[in-house]
């Protein structure tokens, strides 16, 4: 079993977080990560900063551009990340898109992310049918996951499609919208986890975009193996920085 197969048996209520990487500064990624680590995260996002990221409300927006700014780029993030299991034990995902990962190389992209020791990668502007034809064996030889996104519009077919092809998880968007933290999880959200629940799929799902606090995340979690909490998590951030006690205090806000 790989780490993410592991987290899924083994788990319930899981709590994954992202973060934009160099942001606020640019040495924050492994601080913010060992912290979230600390602080009882079961896995991290680590989102590859992009200056047009469209399924980013603009709280990530703003991190993403401020990470630019501060010089991150995808060499220097596989840099910061190099010695990352030598404390890391959590699975660890890159989320971002896909005009950085194909500048830097889609074959030097997966290897090194097998090198330090990625469990998976989010690309959600990756088609999936061009995944499947041209990187699809790349990512399954490396071991690396490919975490696919679903949408409510997302038909039963392809979904199950979907399905057939996921290693880790599948992404459970929750609502046809921008990422950022909601208040409450609406009936008709509640009602398409339902359906997505009852398609009998053999990937585990994690419910993100509009989680940010207990309640959201309980409620999720009460429909799928856990929940990704992003915007909230960036706005601490934002306030507060790489500070390893409010980071530990917004995992058991959250959890607990």
């Known amino acids: ?60 927006q703003a ?66 049918d061009e995944y499947r034809e041209l990187y699809e064996t790349s990512f399954n030889e490396a071991g690396i996951a490919n975490i696919f996104l679903i949408t409510p519009q997302t038909s039963d077919e392809r979904i199950r499609l979907i399905d057939a092809h996921s290693k880790g998880f599948i992404y459970v968007v929750s609502s046809a919208s921008v990422t950022g933290a909601k208040q409450n999880v609406q009936q008709n959200q509640i009602d398409y986890f339902n359906r997505v629940n009852g398609l009998g799929l053999q990937s585990p799902r994690l419910i993100g975009f509009g989680i940010g606090n207990r309640d959201t995340f309980a409620t999720a979690c009460q429909h799928a193996a856990g929940a990704i909490i992003g915007s909230a998590f960036v706005k601490l951030l934002s306030e507060h920085g790489a500070d390893k006690q409010q980071i530990k205090a917004f995992i058991n806000t959250i959890k607990n």
């Open 1 to 60: 079993m790989n780490r993410l197969q592991q987290l899924f048996t083994n788990k319930k209520d899981i709590c994954s977080v992202y973060y934009t990487a160099g942001y606020p500064t640019v040495n924050d990624t492994m601080p913010v990560l060992e912290a979230l680590q600390e602080g009882g995260a079961d896995l991290v996002e680590i989102g590859m900063p992009f200056s047009d990221p469209l399924a980013d409300g603009p709280t990530i």
């Open 63 to 128: 991190s993403s551009e401020q990470a630019l700014d501060n010089g991150m780029s995808i060499q220097l993030l596989f840099e910061q990340l190099q010695t990352m299991r030598d404390s890391i034990t959590i699975p660890i995902v890159l989320m971002g898109y896909f005009n950085p990962v194909f500048k830097y190389g889609v074959e030097k992209f997966i290897a090194k992310c097998r090198e330090i020791g990625v469990d998976g990668v989010i690309i959600p502007d990756l088609p999936f």
